[in-house]
């Protein structure tokens, strides 16, 4: 599979390992380096408990790392909801 970005940067060959290492190598037009970053951003527990529908202001003990874990193991409140009007309703 060949993108364009990619094909930009390697003359079409297609490597993404190609594309990435043209970019770290590129100079900018006064000579000087740059550093490409290009790791991925972590969501903070504020964000993920939101995306699983918990209620804004929700209030989680301990830490960044304890929120997220008990936002991961944690039955989202809409799901929750919806297997119980599910029972009720059978």
């Known amino acids: ?22 970019l770290k ?3 900018m037009p006064d000579g000087q380096q740059f550093k490409l970053d290009i790791t991925h951003r972590m969501l903070t527990a504020e964000k993920l408990a939101r ?3 918990f209620p804004e202001g929700y209030i989680f003990f301990g830490g ?5 874990k ?3 193991n ?17």
């Open 1 to 22: 599979m060949s993108f364009r970005f990619v094909d930009l940067f390697c003359g079409g060959g297609g490597s993404i390992t190609g594309a990435i290492s043209a």
């Open 25 to 27: 190598n590129a100079g």
């Open 51 to 53: 995306a699983t529908s």
């Open 64 to 68: 960044d790392t304890a929120a997220k």
């Open 70 to 72: 008990q936002i991961g």
């Open 74 to 90: 944690a039955v989202p409140p809409k799901l929750a909801e919806a297997l119980y009007m599910a029972i009720l309703a059978a």
